[in-house]
């Protein structure tokens, strides 16, 4: 089992900034990838960046590219998603995911089997 708590969500301005953190416990060396999930009201739950505990590849949705970066601390079992220019329509809660199993599609959230409890991120105009 692996326990996944998000925290670092929050309303910011558009063009503003936000750290989210996932700390992760349990069964940690059983991760092959980790990574961050949205869904907004009325919207299917997206991948938003996600990265390979094993090769350490790196996946971005193409509307977070250039914007959003993931990031990991080993020592702290922490992955981090800094996000940056921020947008009305990045407004959605975020979700950390973990899969225990190597994945097809590094971002697909049907890859993924723990999930977090999520945390809001609200963008204002």
């Known amino acids: 089992q692996v326990q996944l708590v998000e925290s670092g969500g929050g309303l910011v301005q558009a063009g503003g900034s936000l750290r989210l953190s996932c700390a992760a416990s349990?069964?940690?060396?059983?991760?092959?990838?980790i990574g961050w999930f949205r869904q907004a009201p009325g919207k299917e739950r997206e991948g938003v960046s996600c990265?390979?505990?094993?090769?350490?590849?790196?996946y971005y949705a193409d509307s977070v590219k250039g914007r959003f970066t993931i990031s990991r601390d080993n020592a702290k079992n922490t992955v981090y998603l800094q996000m940056d220019s921020l947008k009305p329509e990045d407004t959605a809660v975020y979700y950390c995911a973990a899969a225990p199993h190597s994945v097809q599609t590094l971002c697909a959230p049907d890859e993924y089997d723990y999930w977090g409890q999520g945390t809001q991120v609200t963008v204002s105009s």
């Open positions: 349990g069964i940690i060396f059983s991760i092959n990838a």
């Open positions: 990265i390979s505990s094993s090769s350490g590849r790196t």
